[in-house]
């Protein structure tokens, strides 16, 4: 499941994320607590056990910034922090904040990330999530733990 383990500590680690390619295009749903919007700069603070659903991928933070497009045509950057959770699939990734660019569909976290994939883990300083391709990249003291196959299987 991981590609080039053995790179990993100098060079980042790519990865698999998801189950498939996301589109980005599929509508946004949030759900929060609390909501407070700011109409001169564009803005919408959600607050409180804060949900966003896009297809598959499911976003949790206790804060979540929405920033809307300059035409308010829709979103154009989702800003998560206080510790977030982002799940896609069977796969799910851990950090103190994370940015999501709706139109590039591009999600960079930061702080203390983690990604589990079933058994193994991957840990980092940052991770960039290609959603469109289901793919992340994993950098800044990267680690992992190797898992030996099972030979009972």
């Known amino acids: 499941m991981f590609c080039q383990p053995l790179g990993a500590a100098a060079q980042g680690a790519q ?39 896009q297809g598959e991928m499911r976003l949790s933070a206790p804060r979540v910034l929405v920033v809307y497009k300059n035409d308010q045509s829709g979103i154009e950057e989702l800003q998560a922090t206080g510790g977030v959770t ?35 883990a991957l840990s980092g300083d940052k991770m960039f999530v290609d959603t469109r391709a289901g793919t992340a990249r994993v950098t800044g003291r990267v680690k992992t733990i190797l898992q030996p196959e099972d030979g009972n299987e």
């Open 86 to 120: 982002l799940v896609s699939g069977e796969d799910a990734a851990e950090a103190s904040r994370a940015d999501y660019n709706v139109d590039t569909g591009l999600i960079e976290m930061e702080g203390d990330v983690l990604l589990v994939q079933g058994i193994n």
């Open 15 to 53: 990865v698999a994320f998801g189950n498939t390619a996301q589109d980005s295009s599929l509508p946004v749903e949030v759900t929060a607590d609390n909501l407070d919007v700011n109409q001169q700069d564009g803005t919408a603070v959600f607050t409180g056990n804060v949900l966003i659903g």
